[in-house]
Nanobody, 123 residues
Framework: VQLQASGGGLMQAGDSLRLSCAVS????????MGWFRQAPGKEREFVAA???????YYTDSVKGRFTVSADRSKNAVSLQMNSLKPEDTAVYYC??????????????????WGQGTQVTVSS
């Protein structure tokens, strides 16, 4: 299984950006799709996830600004990011796996990872 994330860029505070992640090598109709990010000098952190049931989950700092969506017919997941802030600056990673609901925000619950795409937000 391979994941290819794209859509990163250099943005200004308040801008919007949409990240995409294409999954190949397997049908992932039952996977949970997740987005994580890692800022320089910090641990990788959970951003958002969407389960097969359609339930979506967000870390508190992005609620109301970010929206995760999945197009399972195309094996793709997206992260729409609005009202970007400098603190959103990080490398963003997409991931797929079968985390239990209580572990949807844990990186250990995801089996396959994309290579990451850089998002930089200037003030």
């Amino acid at each position: 299984v391979q994941l290819q994330a794209s859509g990163g860029g250099l943005m200004q505070a308040g801008d919007s950006l949409r990240l995409s992640c294409a999954v190949s090598g397997d049908t992932f109709s039952s996977y949970t799709m997740g987005w994580f990010r890692q800022a320089p000098g910090k641990e990788r952190e959970f951003v958002a996830a969407i389960r097969r049931s359609g339930g979506d989950y967000y870390t508190d700092s992005v609620k109301g600004r970010f929206t995760v969506s999945a197009d399972r017919s195309k094996n793709a997941v997206s992260l729409q990011m609005n009202s970007l802030k400098p603190e959103d600056t990080a490398v963003y990673y997409c991931a797929v796996g079968y985390p239990v609901l209580s572990a949807v925000a844990l990186a250990t619950g995801y089996r396959y990872w994309g290579q990451g795409t850089q998002v930089t937000v200037s003030s």
